[in-house]
């Protein structure tokens, strides 16, 4: 596969490693979420339906003030690599009518996303990779707050983390920073009824304060 940066991408299909999503410990969903989308979420263990996501352009007409917002109920293989990653509602709950076989087949995982699927091989070593896009999550600009974005895997530092014990996600080149959920959100899909929960992601000082939009957890398909 090969790219340049800022282009879409053309995905070839090969066999892929067991993929997880990496969701946001704490249930910070608003109370007019998609209530179906909770329980699923609920029935899995997980108190939150919010996971680590690669954006789409696509635009939505509820929420955010017609915001231009990121499609998740058809996830396309047309990747901007410039775009940062964000925290999107978990697309790995089965809704009638989807191809399981497609997610199987393509992710590695039965019902993870290729948009939110990481390969789980990799994330002890510290790096965090999409098999389905073979791009890693880096660091933009190594401080005190940045966005983090899709790049080419090549082992920089800037693409090495560690997933501590509490769920902190830490940039190696900086262990005082913490990968974090904004506190704002928007949301889109369903009316007044909303399926999908948007939320800034970033790197930021690690503050106990903050803990709830700190701490990630890995979620196996099954």
């Not at 263990?45 to 915001?67: Q, R």
């Amino acid at each position: 596969m090969s790219c340049d940066k800022g282009s879409d991408l053309i995905i070839e299909e090969t066999s892929s490693p067991e993929t997880t999503d990496i969701f946001l410990l704490n249930n910070l969903d608003p109370g007019f979420v998609f209530p179906e989308n909770l329980q699923y979420m609920a029935s899995r263990g997980v108190n939150s339906s919010v996971c680590i996501d690669i954006p789409e352009t696509l635009y939505s007409p509820y929420g955010g003030g017609g915001a231009p917002m990121q499609g998740a109920g058809a996830r396309s293989s047309s990747v901007a690599l410039d775009r940062p990653l964000q925290a999107h509602t978990c697309n790995s709950s089965p809704r009638e009518g989807d191809s399981q076989p497609f997610f199987q087949r393509m992710s590695g995982s039965l019902g993870v996303s290729p948009d939110q699927g990481f390969d789980v091989s990799k994330i002890s070593g510290g790096e965090f990779r999409f098999p389905f896009y073979n791009l890693c999550m880096e660091v933009e600009n190594p401080g005190q707050r940045s966005d983090l974005v899709l790049r080419e895997c090549d082992q920089n530092p800037n693409q090495k983390f560690i997933f501590e014990d509490d769920g902190k996600i830490k940039p190696v080149n900086d262990l005082s920073l913490c990968l974090t959920a904004s506190a704002s959100y928007d949301w889109y899909g369903g009316g007044y009824n909303p399926i999908f929960i948007v939320r800034d992601l970033f790197l930021s000082p690690c503050n106990p304060s903050f803990a709830k939009r700190q701490s990630w957890g890995l979620r196996p398909s099954g």
